[in-house]
Structures are given as C-alpha cells and as structure tokens.
C-alpha cells in the first residue's frame, strides 16, 4: 500500500504539473524582454495573423511588405516591414508583464504620404495596459505643413496631456523613434518620453518630448505593445520595421555591427539528439558564419515542446521532464540570427513540487510606517530540491492597500493591514502570506494658513517643495483668461488673509461651493504659491456656504497676504482704461489694485466707482483681484462715510479708542513721551481724504482736530486727545535697523524671541566701518547709540534698555552678498540649471526696454558680463538704469517660455556708470544658439531676405543657409520705415539676441544700429531685365556670370529657381498670379542683385 500511495503521489503530481503545462501554452507565446521583431514575416499576410500577435477590431489589415527599414546606427536590419493608412484593424504582441521601473520600445518609421492626415492627429502605437484598452506612452502624429509632428501622452484618456514635437518631420525620411514609461510612485504622475533619432549605442540622452500623467489614474502594468489605425483623417501612411521592447535604454538602441552573423549552426555532442537519463546533461554547440563576424558570442534559450529542460550561459542542457525541446543559440551582435536543434528527453522522474512557501519582510519587519513606504518582501521554498521553485508576488488589500512589484517591493497606499502573497509556479496550488501593517499614510490636514504664511512682504511660502494634503471650499474657477482654457481652481479654508491657496490642476473640475481635500506639492511659479501634481483628490460635500470676503482698502488688498483669499473693495475708482489683455485698475485713494479678467471679462467706465469682489491672485509682477461673474462688480454710490478706523502712534501703551458718534479719539502713551512731535499712522474710510495728513507730525500737548472728508464730498470733525501714562514701556526691542541705501541690498530681519537682527548688504559693501540707523521701543536707549560706526565683520551685540530699566542684548549679523556669474545662470543648452532659484549677479547693461508691452517682454534691462557665450540675462524689473551701468541685481531665475530671465527683483544698485559694452561679432548661427542669449552682438554680411512685417519684424540671411529675424521691440513703433530695407540689399546689424515664439532675433537698441551696405556691382550693369511689368515670358539677358537666379514673392517664397546659366534666360510668369516679384541674382550663396517684377 505504501508503494502504490508514493507512485499515486508521483503520478498525481506529474499530472499536476502537465496540467499545468498544457493550461499555460496559450502564454508560450508571451515574448519575454528584451524583446526583437524584425517584422521576419511573409509578404502580403496581415501582421495580427502572425504568432505571437492578436487582433481587434475590423476593417484594412496591418499588411507585410516586402523590403525593410534601416538606421546606420543599429544592426543590419533583416525581414520585412508592416504598412497602415487608416482605420481597420489594431494588433498587439504580449510580453512580459512589468509594474515597475521604466520600460522602452523602439522602432523605424517612414511616413509614406500625409493622405487625410488633420492638424488634430491620432495616435497609431502605444503600451497597453492588462487585456484592456487603456493605453499608454501612445505615440500621435500630426499634420504640419508638408510635413507631421510627432506626439506623445501618458494615456489615451489625457488627450489634454499631449506634448508635440518643436519640429516637424519630412515625408519619405525614416526616422528611429524610442518611447518610455516610467512608473512613478502615486496614482497620477507617471511620465512618458519621446527619443527622436537618438545616437544607437549611447548613453540615454535627453528626450525630444516629456509629458506627465495629469489625467486619471496610471497605468497599473503594461504588458502588450500595440499598433493601431486610428482613422483616415488622423493616420497618414506609415510603415513601421524594427520594433524592439525591453527594460533599459540599450535594449531597445543596440549598436549595429560592420560584420553582422549570417547564420548559425546548432550541434551537440556526438550529435547525440537524445538525453535519456533521469536529469542527463547535454554540451550544446554554435558555429557562427561569418568567422570575422564582429561579435561572435551567443546567448542560449531552451524552447519548450512537450517536455521541459534547462540550459546554461556555457549551452549545456539539463532535461527535466520527457518530450521535446529546442535549444537556440542567438547571436549577441543584434542582427536577429539565430540557430536551433531539437532533443528528445527519455525517463525523466517526475517533477518535485513544492511543499511550502514562508514569507517575511526584510530583517523580519512586518510594517510601513512611512508615508508611501516601501518593505522587501522574500520567501523561502521548500523542498529545497522543488523542480521549479518560481514564485508570482501578489497583495490582497484588506483594511489597508498596497501595491507589491514582481520582485517583492511592497509600496503602501493607505492604512490598515494588507496580506502579501507568493504563489507557487509549479502548479501545486502552495501559497505563503504575511500580513503587513500599514500607518502614516494619511498625510495630516495642513491649514492654508500655513502653506501661505510669510514675513517677507512677497516671500516664498516656507512649505515649497512639500507634499501636504489641504481641506477647503472652492471659491472659484481659473482660466487663461475668461472663456479660455480651463487652468485650475481656488481654495480657501477660513476667512482673511492667508487662507486662500491656487490649485494648479485642469484634471479636476469641481464647482464653486465644493469642499474638496487634496493631496499636492507646494510650488511657486514666478512669485505665485500654488499647489501642484494633485493626487488623493475628493469630494467631501457641495453647495457649502462661500468665506466671507474680506473688505479692505485696495492699497493693502494688493499684497501677499490675500493672494488666493476672496476679497472686497469699496468705493474703488476706475483709473485706467483696460488693456489689450483686458485688466484696469481701480483705486480707493490707498494704492493701485488690478482687476483682471481670468474668470471673468468686465468693461469699466474710467472715473466711475465701483465695489469689486472676487479672489486675491498674483501674476505678471502684480497683485490682481479675479471677479468671478457680473455680481462680483457693482456700481458704488460715493462713499458718504467720514470715519476714522485707526489711529496708531509708536509710543502707545494700547490701541487708540476711537468713537464715531462723539467723533473723538483718546490715546494713552507711556510715560516720559514728548507729546510735541509725534507722527501718527491714520486709517479713514475708502476714498475719504484727511486733513492734516497720515504720517504728518503734531503737537499733542493739546487736543488735534482732524477734519475727514468723505468720497461724497461730506465732512467730519475729530478731536484727537493723548494722555501720558505713568506706566513705563518695559519693550526692550529693536524695531528697525539700516544702513543707507547704497549698503544693504534687502530689508533686515528683526526676530524679537531670539533678540537677533540679520541684515544683507551688497557684495561691494566694506564690512569694517558701517554706520547703522536704529529704531526702538519707545522709551528704549541702546548702547552702542544709532549712528555710530561699527565693524561688522563679525557679529556685534547691542545692549537695549528698556523704559522701566530692563534690558536685552541684541545680536546683529551683517551678510554681504554671494555673487553667481551670469555664466553659472546661464551655462545649459536647455533651461538654466538655476531655474527658481534666488540669485545675486553682477554685470553690464547692454540694451534697455523702458516700456511693457504686448510683446510678452515687460519692462527691464540686458546684463551682460564679459563677451562670449552665456554670458547675458534679462532682467526684469521697472527699476531701470542707463546702457553702460554696472550694476549688482538680485531676483529669482526664471524660466519665460524657454527664454531665461531675472524677474521679482528684490534689491539692484549702481556700482559705476559709463562701463563699456562689449560686442560679440558671431555668425547668424551663434545668433540662433542658447549661448549668445541676452548678449550684445553683431553680424556683417548679411542680406535682406523676407521684407518687414506688420509686426516690426524681417529676416536676414547669409550663405542661403543661416537665417534669423530682426525686431523693433526696443524701437518705437515703425522705426524700420525710416530707413532703407530692399530685399536682396546687405547690412551690418547690431543688437541683443531675444528668444520668443521659439524662434531667435536680433533687437537693435537704435536705428543706426541698422547700416545699409552698398551693393555688390559684379557684372550687373550688363544685366537687361524685361518687359517689366510682364505678362507671360521675362527676359534676362547677359547671366552668365552668375551661378544662380530665384523668383520670389512678397512674402520671400521662392517660386522659381535656376542654376547652370547660359547667357540668356527665359522665364515663364504665365503661371504666376498677378502681383510683385524679386528676381535675385546669385554669385557663390549670395544675392548680389534683386530686381523688383510686376506681373499684371
């Protein structure tokens, strides 16, 4: 009986293991990464016809063509090529499914003809994800021009997260594509890029296109490479070779060979085509051809049949199981060639299957306690000896969830406990679990309040960088510009200043009145706090009760502290007109506020007053107010109020009572004050004036009548009465501490819980004799006294006395400036690496623009340090200083659409005048090139090309091959009218180089900068141009001199071109429309002549 149970056993678990083969042939055909196509299939068969490939939908198959694509830098291609135009039928090649990390496929494509290809496009390959259909790192094309552009998206779902290619690519040119999905940790940030004929072979390099998943979930594996016929009017014709998928970036370039293998031979030992031993060993042998192959190595892979084997890196193979297998030696120089030879196996024992699995986490932990942590996870298979001791990881979320990658890595989501499971592959049915607690996931609600909280007066929020997750009610919507593209929304989660936040995020549409909780990074973008790269977003309720607005003067709503808030101002007069952009600015008597159109277009009356609501914003160097619909903007009767709201004096023991129906106000000071001089800070009602003014110094020993006058014209009387106290000030503080203007570069820091100031001067400033202007609590001395000079090349204490006796000692520490040369800014050919950082720079100013405009280039100067590349910068800033000032400057870097610049200035001083500008003398190459970006140049030589714009813009050229524009932006309006600009005529042009609308140009800072060149004359007087005006046939006589003779119209189109001249030519103008025409004569590259034609 016992023999017959263990050979029951044995046979049950052979069948076991059969069944198990037989279930899973259909993934035989999973191809396994790296992963090589070379579309080896027979001509005029459909692509989903062939193994390994399936099918959906109907219509146009994916067929095989004869020939094959090829790029210099990979191997020899081999087999045919796949061809699509339209709508019909999609195919997908399953491979080995990957969670984690990045994985990357490539191919060879050739657009063949655009057909019906739109400028909207569609997308024709992609990864997908599981057996559905959602797909990602979907490749789009588009048209442009004669030519198409190239797309890319995380997900087919995210079309608003499609980023295109600068350039467009040529019809009938084959261009190498590589495409990555990086799996990034959370649920919506995975990114996927784009490699445009990169170098086979290399290193990664940076990628043409990049574009972040902004649009829903990620996807949670890819498994399956797709080719997919859109439509007939968003896929041109392609043919596609080549296609390779695999984990890392050499798998999918691999490095061609000049000597590729040709074939491979497969043998064995004694040519033996059996093993028929329980276990038997086989030395399996390649002969590769040709002998001189460069690389001549093989990679060995056993094929299953109907049995099972293994083989190693050396070829020799080890049966497991009877049947048939196929051992393949493939060539390792990428060429595809491979060699096979089947074997038969005879009495093989059963398999031994596995008994048990054990997990643990690593060094025996079995929690995450981290924020989206990670646990390795291992297991221990037993019996030891087990036939196949493969396992699958698995998680079964429970009160928690998790994700676990096909090595083990647990990644938590959220709390609670979640069960890691490893499945045996053998087919037995073991499995092993652990159960794994999760905490800390939840990040903890973070008030607004301290996302946006800031001592400096326009200071990044001292959160930047992290991750929080914020409660509050959506306020309103935000656009570009009202009824524009939808950017984000507003959150605010109490009322007042700093309680209100921008989420920049279109993946979420919530409506006004939603309370919603997110999970985001805080950024700031050009000196605005936002919340970025949302995750965990919900909905918690609707309809809910908006933040009161806050009502304030429009002088103190346009600050720091309402950015995001919704606010209120009253009794605002219109002071300007609206702009090109649609904003006006309205004012109280208190200060400037722009009110502008993001949410919502409003066309004011200057002069008129108005009550303004809306949402507190920053952008474009100012603080604005967003109303969000035509309730938010009223007509204001005049303001009939005459009120005094505050009343502040330096000396005061406590807040001045203020009665409106006496019209009095009584403030007490402390003891010792001198009442004859002190200077109040007044607060009255909106667009009320006072007389005698805020800030001006009275005699208090009696009582101060101040008069109010109300918007309206009305008026009010106050009596103003101060008392002195006997209570002495027992503040001991320093209130303010500065130098003079032309030595410190920021405002101090006064941090009165540590008695400490902190006080930035400019780099040139001598640390050893500063003298300081001190202000104290009233009644306070200090020693040293204000006004006296001291080395602050070290920290200096300062005693305070307070009134009552008391004292502090105070520590000053004096900083001076870090210099960062333009270079470092500047040194990238992309953005600069210190892009969003604050930096001090010093240089010379090169070119002024002393106005904004709707160029997109605000008010600012050129820096520039030295000759050469990289060193010039834009700044901007209305604080301006005259061509030849060296100055010191400091702002954030910022990056304007590719064009880098220096913007919130906040300090900038004069260090000596009348400095030399050097000039760069470069070619129009140099002028189109990062390098030479914001620096004074010049270029000689150069010909008209395209005539001025209705823009202020033309083109020049030299050599027929380089060319670039030049604007008016830093001339007045015309400027180029005054002066002569013929098409084919040469200059000598000087100016800054500007980068915008992703194209260079040259703006001359005068017109003289402009020198019109004379003429070459080289055998012209003998050319005879006629009949002028023509009708059909254009006589040129006298060219052979020249090389070469265009006919171009208005807009510098070439619509006839002519090379190897005899002395006379003809030129047919029957097929051109009425209008004017150039006709350019050439010696060498360059035009020497143009003349000017009229076809009628």
């Given at each position: 009986?016992?023999?017959?149970?263990?050979?029951?056993?044995?046979?049950?678990?052979?069948?076991?293991?059969?069944?198990?083969?037989?279930?899973?042939?259909?993934?035989?055909?999973?191809?396994?990464?790296?992963?090589?196509?070379?579309?080896?299939?027979?001509?005029?068969?459909?692509?989903?016809?062939?193994?390994?490939?399936?099918?959906?939908?109907?219509?146009?198959?994916?067929?095989?063509?004869?020939?094959?694509?090829?790029?210099?830098?990979?191997?020899?291609?081999?087999?045919?090529?796949?061809?699509?135009?339209?709508?019909?039928?999609?195919?997908?090649?399953?491979?080995?499914?990957?969670?984690?990390?990045?994985?990357?496929?490539?191919?060879?494509?050739?657009?063949?003809?655009?057909?019906?290809?739109?400028?909207?496009?569609?997308?024709?390959?992609?990864?997908?994800?599981?057996?559905?259909?959602?797909?990602?790192?979907?490749?789009?094309?588009?048209?442009?021009?004669?030519?198409?552009?190239?797309?890319?998206?995380?997900?087919?779902?995210?079309?608003?997260?499609?980023?295109?290619?600068?350039?467009?690519?040529?019809?009938?040119?084959?261009?190498?594509?590589?495409?990555?999905?990086?799996?990034?940790?959370?649920?919506?940030?995975?990114?996927?890029?784009?490699?445009?004929?990169?170098?086979?072979?290399?290193?990664?390099?940076?990628?043409?296109?990049?574009?972040?998943?902004?649009?829903?979930?990620?996807?949670?594996?890819?498994?399956?490479?797709?080719?997919?016929?859109?439509?007939?009017?968003?896929?041109?014709?392609?043919?596609?070779?080549?296609?390779?998928?695999?984990?890392?970036?050499?798998?999918?370039?691999?490095?061609?060979?000049?000597?590729?293998?040709?074939?491979?031979?497969?043998?064995?030992?004694?040519?033996?085509?059996?093993?028929?031993?329980?276990?038997?060993?086989?030395?399996?042998?390649?002969?590769?051809?040709?002998?001189?192959?460069?690389?001549?190595?093989?990679?060995?892979?056993?094929?299953?049949?109907?049995?099972?084997?293994?083989?190693?890196?050396?070829?020799?193979?080890?049966?497991?199981?009877?049947?048939?297998?196929?051992?393949?030696?493939?060539?390792?120089?990428?060429?595809?060639?491979?060699?096979?030879?089947?074997?038969?196996?005879?009495?093989?024992?059963?398999?031994?299957?596995?008994?048990?699995?054990?997990?643990?986490?690593?060094?025996?932990?079995?929690?995450?306690?981290?924020?989206?942590?990670?646990?390795?996870?291992?297991?221990?298979?037993?019996?030891?000896?087990?036939?196949?001791?493969?396992?699958?990881?698995?998680?079964?979320?429970?009160?928690?969830?998790?994700?676990?990658?096909?090595?083990?890595?647990?990644?938590?989501?959220?709390?609670?406990?979640?069960?890691?499971?490893?499945?045996?592959?053998?087919?037995?049915?073991?499995?092993?679990?652990?159960?794994?607690?999760?905490?800390?996931?939840?990040?903890?609600?973070?008030?607004?309040?301290?996302?946006?909280?800031?001592?400096?007066?326009?200071?990044?929020?001292?959160?930047?960088?992290?991750?929080?997750?914020?409660?509050?009610?959506?306020?309103?919507?935000?656009?570009?510009?009202?009824?524009?593209?939808?950017?984000?929304?507003?959150?605010?989660?109490?009322?007042?200043?700093?309680?209100?936040?921008?989420?920049?995020?279109?993946?979420?549409?919530?409506?006004?009145?939603?309370?919603?909780?997110?999970?985001?990074?805080?950024?700031?973008?050009?000196?605005?706090?936002?919340?970025?790269?949302?995750?965990?977003?919900?909905?918690?309720?609707?309809?809910?009760?908006?933040?009161?607005?806050?009502?304030?003067?429009?002088?103190?709503?346009?600050?720091?502290?309402?950015?995001?808030?919704?606010?209120?101002?009253?009794?605002?007069?219109?002071?300007?007109?609206?702009?090109?952009?649609?904003?006006?600015?309205?004012?109280?008597?208190?200060?400037?506020?722009?009110?502008?159109?993001?949410?919502?277009?409003?066309?004011?009356?200057?002069?008129?007053?108005?009550?303004?609501?809306?949402?507190?914003?920053?952008?474009?160097?100012?603080?604005?107010?967003?109303?969000?619909?035509?309730?938010?903007?009223?007509?204001?009767?005049?303001?009939?109020?005459?009120?005094?709201?505050?009343?502040?004096?330096?000396?005061?023991?406590?807040?001045?009572?203020?009665?409106?129906?006496?019209?009095?106000?009584?403030?007490?000071?402390?003891?010792?004050?001198?009442?004859?001089?002190?200077?109040?800070?007044?607060?009255?009602?909106?667009?009320?004036?006072?007389?005698?003014?805020?800030?001006?110094?009275?005699?208090?020993?009696?009582?101060?009548?101040?008069?109010?006058?109300?918007?309206?014209?009305?008026?009010?009387?106050?009596?103003?009465?101060?008392?002195?106290?006997?209570?002495?000030?027992?503040?001991?503080?320093?209130?303010?501490?500065?130098?003079?203007?032309?030595?410190?570069?920021?405002?101090?820091?006064?941090?009165?819980?540590?008695?400490?100031?902190?006080?930035?001067?400019?780099?040139?400033?001598?640390?050893?004799?500063?003298?300081?202007?001190?202000?104290?609590?009233?009644?306070?001395?200090?020693?040293?006294?204000?006004?006296?000079a001291r080395d602050f090349t070290s920290p200096v204490t300062y005693t305070v006395t307070a009134q009552d006796g008391s004292t502090t000692i105070w520590t000053v520490t004096v900083t001076k400036q870090t210099i960062t040369t333009i270079f470092a800014i500047q040194n990238s050919t992309g953005n600069s690496p210190l892009n969003n950082q604050v930096v001090t720079t010093t240089g010379t100013v090169c070119a002024?623009?002393?106005?904004?405009?709707?160029?997109?280039?605000?008010?600012?100067?050129?820096?520039?340090?030295?000759?050469?590349?990289?060193?010039?910068?834009?700044?901007?800033?209305?604080?301006?200083?005259?061509?030849?000032?060296?100055?010191?400057?400091?702002?954030?870097?910022?990056?304007?659409?590719?064009?880098?610049?220096?913007?919130?200035?906040?300090?900038?001083?004069?260090?000596?005048?009348?400095?030399?500008?050097?000039?760069?003398?470069?070619?129009?190459?140099?002028?189109?090139?990062?390098?030479?970006?914001?620096?004074?140049?010049?270029?000689?030589?150069?010909?008209?090309?395209?005539?001025?714009?209705?823009?202020?813009?033309?083109?020049?050229?030299?050599?027929?091959?380089?060319?670039?524009?030049?604007?008016?932006?830093?001339?007045?309006?015309?400027?180029?009218?005054?002066?002569?600009?013929?098409?084919?005529?040469?200059?000598?042009?000087?100016?800054?180089?500007?980068?915008?609308?992703?194209?260079?140009?040259?703006?001359?800072?005068?017109?003289?900068?402009?020198?019109?060149?004379?003429?070459?004359?080289?055998?012209?007087?003998?050319?005879?141009?006629?009949?002028?005006?023509?009708?059909?046939?254009?006589?040129?006589?006298?060219?052979?001199?020249?090389?070469?003779?265009?006919?171009?119209?208005?807009?510098?189109?070439?619509?006839?071109?002519?090379?190897?001249?005899?002395?006379?030519?003809?030129?047919?103008?029957?097929?051109?429309?009425?209008?004017?025409?150039?006709?350019?004569?050439?010696?060498?590259?360059?035009?020497?002549?143009?003349?000017?034609?009229?076809?009628?």
């Amino acid at each position: 009986m016992r023999n017959f149970t263990q050979t029951r056993k044995m046979f049950l678990g052979f069948n076991i293991f059969m069944l198990l083969m037989l279930m899973n042939v259909s993934t035989w055909g999973q191809a396994t990464l790296p992963h090589h196509d070379p579309i080896n299939y027979t001509i005029g068969q459909s692509l989903s016809s062939q193994s390994g490939w399936t099918v959906s939908n109907t219509g146009d198959s994916l067929l095989i063509a004869s020939g094959n694509l090829s790029n210099a830098g990979l191997p020899t291609s081999t087999g045919n090529k796949v061809t699509f135009d339209g709508a019909g039928i999609d195919a997908a090649k399953l491979f080995t499914q990957q969670t984690t990390g990045t994985v990357y496929y490539s191919f060879l494509m050739n657009v063949t003809a655009l057909g019906s290809l739109n400028a909207t496009g569609g997308y024709f390959t992609a990864f997908t994800e599981g057996t559905s259909t959602t797909f990602g790192a979907t490749v789009w094309t588009r048209l442009n021009g004669a030519g198409y552009d190239i797309g890319i998206s995380p997900k087919t779902s995210a079309t608003t997260d499609i980023a295109w290619s600068t350039s467009s690519y040529a019809v009938n040119t084959t261009i190498l594509v590589v495409v990555s999905y990086e799996f990034v940790t959370g649920t919506a940030n995975d990114v996927v890029r784009v490699f445009v004929n990169p170098t086979p072979g290399a290193s990664e390099p940076a990628a043409t296109i990049t574009a972040t998943n902004a649009g829903g979930t990620d996807l949670t594996n890819v498994n399956r490479i797709l080719i997919r016929q859109d439509s007939s009017t968003e896929t041109p014709s392609i043919e596609m070779d080549e296609l390779r998928v695999g984990t890392s970036w050499a798998d999918v370039t691999p490095v061609g060979v000049t000597n590729p293998v040709t074939s491979i031979t497969v043998t064995s030992a004694n040519d033996s085509t059996t093993i028929s031993t329980a276990g038997g060993t086989l030395q399996m042998s390649a002969s590769v051809l040709p002998v001189n192959a460069d690389i001549s190595t093989v990679t060995w892979t056993v094929i299953e049949g109907t049995g099972f084997a293994n083989i190693s890196e050396t070829g020799l193979l080890t049966a497991v199981l009877n049947g048939t297998v196929t051992a393949r030696a493939t060539a390792d120089d990428g060429s595809g060639v491979y060699g096979e030879k089947t074997i038969t196996l005879n009495n093989q024992n059963p398999p031994v299957l596995v008994s048990s699995i054990t997990v643990t986490g690593a060094a025996g932990v079995d929690t995450i306690t981290t924020y989206h942590g990670t646990l390795q996870m291992s297991a221990e298979i037993l019996p030891v000896d087990a036939t196949d001791a493969t396992f699958t990881w698995s998680v079964t979320n429970g009160t928690g969830t998790a994700t676990i990658s096909s090595t083990g890595l647990l990644t938590a989501a959220t709390d609670g406990v979640v069960t890691v499971v490893a499945t045996a592959n053998d087919g037995s049915g073991v499995t092993g679990s652990l159960d794994v607690t999760l905490s800390n996931q939840v990040i903890p609600v973070t008030t607004i309040y301290d996302i946006q909280y800031t001592t400096a007066s326009a200071g990044d929020s001292p959160l930047v960088g992290q991750l929080v997750t914020v409660t509050g009610i959506v306020t309103g919507l935000h656009y570009n510009y009202a009824g524009g593209t939808y950017r984000g929304y507003f959150i605010q989660d109490a009322v007042g200043a700093w309680n209100g936040v921008y989420v920049y995020s279109s993946a979420n549409t919530p409506t006004v009145g939603d309370e919603v909780t997110l999970t985001a990074t805080v950024s700031e973008y050009n000196g605005l706090t936002e919340l970025t790269g949302v995750t965990n977003y919900t909905l918690n309720s609707s309809g809910n009760t908006l933040p009161t607005a806050t009502v304030h003067s429009t002088g103190d709503l346009a600050k720091e502290p309402y950015e995001g808030v919704l606010i209120r101002a009253q009794f605002a007069e219109c002071t300007t007109a609206p702009t090109t952009y649609n904003d006006f600015t309205v004012n109280d008597g208190t200060g400037d506020l722009n009110v502008d159109d993001d949410i919502f277009e409003f066309t004011p009356t200057v002069g008129s007053i108005y009550d303004v609501t809306g949402i507190g914003h920053f952008g474009y160097g100012l603080f604005k107010i967003l109303p969000r619909s035509v309730a938010d903007v009223t007509v204001a009767a005049l303001n009939t109020e005459a009120e005094i709201v505050s009343f502040v004096l330096a000396e005061q023991v406590s807040d001045a009572t203020i009665t409106s129906g006496a019209a009095t106000v009584s403030i007490e000071v402390f003891a010792g004050t001198d009442v004859t001089a002190l200077v109040p800070t007044i607060g009255i009602s909106a667009g009320a004036d006072i007389i005698p003014n805020s800030g001006v110094a009275q005699n208090f020993t009696n009582d101060v009548t101040y008069t109010v006058t109300a918007q309206d014209g009305s008026t009010k009387t106050w009596t103003v009465s101060v008392n002195v106290s006997s209570t002495q000030n027992s503040e001991a503080n320093i209130v303010s501490f500065d130098f003079a203007i032309d030595v410190q570069a920021a405002d101090e820091v006064v941090n009165a819980t540590d008695s400490t100031v902190a006080v930035g001067v400019f780099a040139d400033v001598n640390l050893t004799n500063l003298t300081p202007t001190i202000t104290l609590s009233a009644g306070a001395t200090i020693n040293p006294a204000s006004g006296t000079a001291r080395d602050f090349t070290s920290p200096v204490t300062y005693t305070v006395t307070a009134q009552d006796g008391s004292t502090t000692i105070w520590t000053v520490t004096v900083t001076k400036q870090t210099i960062t040369t333009i270079f470092a800014i500047q040194n990238s050919t992309g953005n600069s690496p210190l892009n969003n950082q604050v930096v001090t720079t010093t240089g010379t100013v090169c070119a002024v623009k002393d106005y904004n405009s709707s160029s997109g280039l605000d008010m600012g100067y050129f820096l520039q340090s030295g000759t050469g590349e990289f060193t010039g910068i834009y700044v901007e800033s209305p604080n301006l200083f005259a061509i030849g000032d060296s100055v010191y400057v400091t702002g954030k870097v910022t990056e304007d659409y590719n064009f880098t610049i220096i913007n919130t200035v906040t300090s900038s001083k004069l260090t000596q005048p009348d400095k030399t500008v050097y000039t760069n003398t470069v070619t129009l190459a140099q002028v189109n090139s990062e390098a030479y970006e914001s620096t004074f140049v010049k270029v000689e030589d150069v010909v008209c090309s395209v005539l001025v714009n209705t823009y202020g813009e033309w083109k020049v050229t030299k050599n027929s091959t380089d060319s670039t524009n030049v604007d008016d932006l830093l001339l007045p309006s015309g400027a180029f009218s005054s002066i002569t600009i013929d098409l084919g005529a040469w200059y000598d042009i000087s100016g800054v180089v500007y980068y915008s609308y992703s194209e260079y140009a040259i703006l001359p800072r005068n017109i003289s900068e402009v020198i019109y060149l004379a003429v070459d004359e080289v055998a012209i007087e003998n050319v005879s141009v006629y009949p002028n005006p023509v009708n059909s046939t254009l006589h040129i006589d006298n060219v052979a001199d020249f090389n070469k003779i265009t006919v171009s119209n208005v807009l510098g189109q070439t619509v006839k071109n002519y090379s190897k001249l005899n002395s006379n030519l003809e030129v047919d103008f029957s097929n051109l429309g009425e209008g004017v025409y150039f006709v350019s004569l050439y010696t060498e590259d360059s035009i020497v002549k143009t003349f000017k034609v009229i076809k009628k």
